[in-house]
Every structure is written in structure tokens, then in C-alpha cells.
């Protein structure tokens, strides 16, 4: 998927549609930086504007992510290519986000470590040595939300009786047991509770 394509394809129909930067960006509620961003090539539209953004330039999502019109004749064909490009894309974040997790809870517990031994061998009022502690208990409970919040929206898991995949709630992997990336979660389909492990598409 061509970006820079992409981006001079929303350019040009905008364009087309005597239409500005600051108009289109009035009409999908961003900013016109999010659309100079677009049409530059550095970024896509998120999936919650794209049809709103298809409707007023006039084109259908197979359009704008092959960054041209698409003949009817090639329709089919190329709107294969262009879910593949997406699901290796996904793919491609899920991995980069669950990266991110593991990077997260390596830093915070370093940080938790480190506020702990300051505050164990080095000599100091009290009151510092509680808010040393305080602090380093407080970052690392922000960054195992956040590490979490990651891993349950990356990829899915995978029912281990009925093999349906699904993405759990946040609270349901929060309160699950787990061993690394794989809980003991209830499956929506079949209503059983499996080890259940996560995966990317």
C-alpha cells in the first residue's frame, strides 16, 4: 500500500472537488493537519473516517486505499490485494504493540527496582524515602495498565475448546490467570472457560 499514492489521491479529488484543507477537515470534526498529513503521504485515515471521507470525495475504500479509481473490471482482484495489504499490516502493529508491551514492563519494573534500592540504601529524610517509593509503586501500576490495555487490543485469542477468536474485555483479562500471554478466559461463543492464548493474525 502506497501512502504517497494515497496521499495525492485524496489531494487531487479534493482538489477536483473544489474543496479545501480546512473544509474537508470541518467536515470529518479533525484538524487540517491531520489532512496535510494525508496528502503528504506520512499517514492514513483512521478506520472510523474513512467512509465519511469516501462519501464526500466521491470514491469507494477500494479507491482510496489503491489511491486511484478502480475499474470496475479489476474491482474484485484489487480488492483482494488491498485486504491483504491491510491484514499484514495489522499484523505488522499487533507485533510492533505486543513489542511495545514487553518493552513497558521491562522499564517499569527497572524504574520500581531502582526507587526501591535508592530508597533502601541511600541515607535520607523519611518523607523522601516514602515518596521515592510511592512514586516508583505509582509508575509501574500506570505502565502495567497501559501493558495491558496493549496486549488485550493486539491480535486475539484463541478459545482452546471451540478454537473461536475473539477479543476479550478489558476487565475479563485484567482479573484472568495467565501464564506470559496465555488466560484463562470465558470464550463468548462457547461459553466455557479455556487456557486461552494470544495471538496475531
Known amino acids: 500500500m502506497d501512502q504517497i499514492k494515497i496521499g495525492n489521491f485524496i489531494k487531487e479529488r479534493r482538489k477536483e472537488k473544489n474543496i479545501t484543507q480546512e473544509d474537508l477537515a470541518e467536515k470529518l470534526y479533525i484538524t487540517d493537519r491531520a489532512i496535510s498529513k494525508w ?65 513497558i514492563g521491562i522499564i517499569v519494573s527497572i524504574t520500581l ?49 471451540c478454537h473461536h477468536k475473539y477479543v476479550p474485555t478489558y476487565k475479563s483479562v485484567f482479573l484472568a490467570m495467565h501464564v506470559n500471554r496465555t488466560r484463562y478466559l470465558k470464550c463468548p461463543k462457547c461459553g466455557k472457560r479455556t487456557w486461552s492464548k494470544k495471538k496475531v493474525l
Not at 499487533?94 to 518493552?103: A, G, N, R, S, Y
Not at 530508597?119 to 501493558?147: C, E, N, T
Open 39 to 103: 496528502e503528504r503521504g506520512l499517514c492514513l485515515p483512521d478506520a472510523a473516517t474513512m467512509p465519511l471521507l469516501c462519501k464526500i470525495l466521491d470514491i469507494t475504500i477500494n479507491d482510496l486505499f489503491s489511491g486511484e479509481k478502480v475499474d470496475m473490471k479489476n474491482n474484485e482482484k484489487i480488492l483482494e490485494e488491498n485486504l491483504l495489504t491491510m491484514t499484514k499490516l495489522k499484523e505488522q502493529k499487533d507485533k510492533e504493540l505486543l513489542l511495545l508491551e514487553i518493552v
Open 113 to 161: 527496582f531502582t526507587c526501591i534500592m535508592i530508597a533502601s540504601f541511600v541515607d535520607m529524610k523519611q518523607w523522601i524515602r516514602i515518596i521515592i517509593i510511592i512514586a516508583g509503586i505509582l509508575q509501574f501500576i500506570i505502565g502495567m495498565f497501559y501493558g495491558l490495555r496493549i496486549e488485550q487490543i493486539a491480535g486475539y485469542y484463541e478459545c482452546n475448546n
